[in-house]
Structures are given as structure tokens and as C-alpha cells.
């Protein structure tokens, strides 16, 4: 388990403590002006997969995070899932590319493998843990229309669509 800094101890006290409001409107600002990426991370046997909870959400999601400037989808898929969980993962392929409804930006969506189970999350994770996909948690309606379409087709599916939040 990882030992969180005074600063990161501090910013998810504040968080938990009406704090996620602005942590939720930092977030909903940043995804308004770049686009993201997320992975849906499957364990080495795959019969799991890998959601994680933010400290202002409710329902789990897929790991990931914004593109920075001048980075690649896949640059960012590594950065963001090193950062949010510090874990090493394998990109099999590219599922999709979501449009963020009322934006021009997009959420690429791939999946990927690890062989860490051993995860140690960043302060801004409530948690991060493994699922059998028949016995799947609360999740925000844009993981589930994610995981319908990894589990209808397991393979890239071509287009763009929209996602709902």
C-alpha cells in the first residue's frame, strides 16, 4: 500500500470534506478542453477487470485521464494509468473512440492486459479493484456503454458515438 504525502493526505481530506465539489468542477472544466483516454484493463487470465472510484463519483469507471498537449493516445494511456494506479499494462487494441455529447472532444478507448495485481492508487481514488464481468458494480453510464460494446464484440468497433456523462 502506498504512503500518501502531507499534500496528497491533505487534498483528499478536503476532497471527502465537500471539497470533491471542486474537485468535480476542476475535472468537468479540464474534460470540457482536452480530450481523453481510458482503458479497459483486463487481468492475465482474462476473466477479470479493472474500475476504479474517484473520491467525488459514486460508481466505478475505467482508469485513465486527459491527453496532454503534444502527447498521443497512447503516451497518455501510459502516463495516466502509471500515475492513477502504478501499474505497468499492455495496449491489445483500440475499441473505440466515444464523442463527449455537446463537445468536440473524445474519450479513445482501449483495451489493454496486465500481470500487476498489486495496485497502489493515487490520493484521488476511493478505490481500484478487479471484477468478474458477470458480477460488475455500480457503474457511470459512459463504463457502461464501454463494457457493452468490449463485451458484444471484443474486437476494435469502428465509428464515433456519443456518451452521455
Known amino acids: 500500500m502506498r504512503v500518501w504525502t502531507l499534500k ?3 487534498l483528499r481530506f ?3 470534506r465537500g471539497g470533491a465539489y471542486l474537485v468535480r468542477l476542476f ?3 479540464t474534460r470540457l478542453k482536452k480530450s481523453r483516454v481510458r482503458a479497459i484493463i483486463i487481468n492475465r487470465d482474462k476473466t477479470k477487470i479493472l474500475l476504479v472510484k474517484n473520491i467525488s463519483y459514486s460508481k466505478f469507471h475505467l ?5 496532454e498537449k503534444g502527447e498521443d493516445e497512447l503516451t497518455a494511456l501510459h502516463r495516466e494509468i502509471e500515475e492513477e494506479l502504478g501499474i505497468t499494462m499492455v495496449p491489445l487494441y483500440k475499441l473505440g473512440k466515444y464523442k463527449y455529447q455537446g463537445t468536440q472532444n473524445y474519450v479513445h478507448i482501449f483495451v489493454a492486459q496486465t500481470k500487476d495485481e498489486n495496485i497502489t492508487m493515487q490520493w484521488e481514488l476511493d478505490a481500484a479493484e478487479w471484477f468478474e464481468v458477470q458480477s460488475l458494480p455500480k457503474l457511470k453510464n459512459s463504463t457502461k456503454e464501454c463494457l457493452r460494446d468490449y463485451i458484444a464484440h471484443n474486437e476494435p468497433v469502428s465509428g464515433v458515438w456519443g456518451l452521455d456523462d
Open 8 to 10: 496528497e493526505r491533505l
Open 14 to 16: 478536503l476532497a471527502k
Open 27 to 29: 475535472w468537468k472544466i
Open 63 to 67: 482508469p485513465g485521464g486527459g491527453i
